[in-house]
């Protein structure tokens, strides 16, 4: 594959394919369009209720864009569940360019200073592209894509692609749809624009607080945004 551009890659994006690679190790990329796509019905998104509970409580300082090479970082980290990654230096650079130039975001979880899980993924009209997300401790990515959801709802979002549906991302609604119904749903998101808040209502000054207070203060926000926000069809 020629050396890719940032531009080149949103118009894959565009078109409904993303780029991977077979390891880390590995600086070759593929091309992707699953038959059956992944995606979150974003007026349809699921909040376990241990999980508002543990939203509403804080207990993670939840911050958007302000570190989001270290979010990349700790999503190609191996671990015992994802031994190995397709997260390579060429992915690593490519996603550098799109968060520089606004095209891609990262929701991140931290405590006591230490990034400990997150998200990231590219925005591209109103459609949101979750490319992958990493905990260090229990619950932080599942925390981030409460609060992902929340701003994309927010926002005016009308898209969140998952690429592929894993019993986790089902657990919060996931479904797979076929390859010409997703081409249907990713055209009609691009004709619109969104954009990506970087906060959300009733958390504003609440870092003021400092600690759980912050983190639960988001918290409530969060779900007040995803019981108010209306999701167009």
Sequence with gaps: MP??????????????????????????????EPK????????????????????RNGGFDVRCDTAFAEV??????????????????EILRLYGALFASGNAHSVECWREGDLVGG???????????????????????KVALVHLVARLRLGGYRLLDTQFLTPHLARFGGIEVPRAQYRRLLAEALRYRAGFPAGLPGAAGAGAAGGDAAGAAAGVGALAALQSSTVMS
């Design 36 to 55: 059956l796509r992944g995606i979150i019905p974003l007026d349809a998104f699921h909040v376990p209720r241990r999980l508002r509970r543990v939203v």
């Design 3 to 32: 050396r890719l551009t940032p531009d080149i890659l949103l118009q894959a994006y565009a078109a409904g394919i993303f780029p991977m690679a077979e390891s880390a190790d590995d600086p070759e990329l593929f091309w992707v």
């Design 72 to 89: 990349m970082r700790g999503c190609a980290e191996a671990s015992d569940k994802r031994p190995n990654t397709w997260i390579n230096d």
């Design 119 to 141: 998200l990231y993924g590219v925005s591209l009209g109103a459609a949101f592209f979750g490319e992958s997300m990493f905990s260090r401790v229990t619950d932080a990515s």
